[in-house]
């Protein structure tokens, strides 16, 4: 396994992730690609999931297009895409994709928490692009506060019915 393919496993099995979290369908027999996010704090991983590119689409549809808009922006103003692009595709950018936040660029050792997120193809290859990424508890707040009632809702339902909580949706998730 690629320093990728380890970061993306599931930490509760240690093994890529096998099925949705929400249709629960085998992610390698469905003919589509799929995105694992997974929630550190304080060193531990306390939310993962592997969610394929269908049930996103349809929990994406239920979330206001002016937020998607506003969290898009934040994403594109905050990140420095053309340097981290350069760095990430170039030599050694795989452990650098992990190794600070892609927003303040703080290392993780001094980070109390963290969210990764990576992309993988129908196959189950990774895809290496602006995704895999690592976003720093701070700056994935800033990027949360932006969301509406109605996507905190829409977020809150997502995590009840598809984890035996108890979560604080706030702080949790990436979509
Ligand atoms: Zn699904
Ligand atoms: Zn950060």
Not at 126 to 151: D, I, K, N, Q
Request: charged share 30%; proline share 6%.
């Amino acid at each position: 396994m690629g320093l990728i393919e380890t970061w993306l496993v599931s930490e509760e099995t240690g093994r890529p992730f096998h099925g949705c979290v929400r249709c629960r369908l085998p992610l390698l027999e469905i003919d589509r690609p799929w995105l694992v996010n997974k929630d550190y704090f304080r060193g531990e991983c306390v939310l993962e999931y592997a969610v394929c590119q269908k049930c996103r689409g349809e929990v994406s549809a239920e979330i206001p297009e002016v937020t998607k808009a506003a969290v898009r922006q934040f994403l594109e103003a905050e990140i420095d895409w053309p340097a981290r692009l350069a760095e990430h595709l170039g030599e050694g950018g795989e452990a650098l994709r992990f190794s600070r936040c892609v927003s303040c660029l703080r290392p993780r050792e001094d980070l109390d928490g963290f969210a990764l997120s990576g992309l993988f193809d129908a196959e189950g290859h990774a895809v290496l692009g602006p995704l895999p990424l690592l976003l720093c508890r701070e700056c994935y707040g800033r990027m949360t506060s932006l969301l509406c009632e109605r996507s905190r809702g829409v977020w809150r339902r997502f995590l009840d019915e598809n984890f035996e909580g108890p979560f604080d949706p706030d702080d949790l998730g990436i979509f």
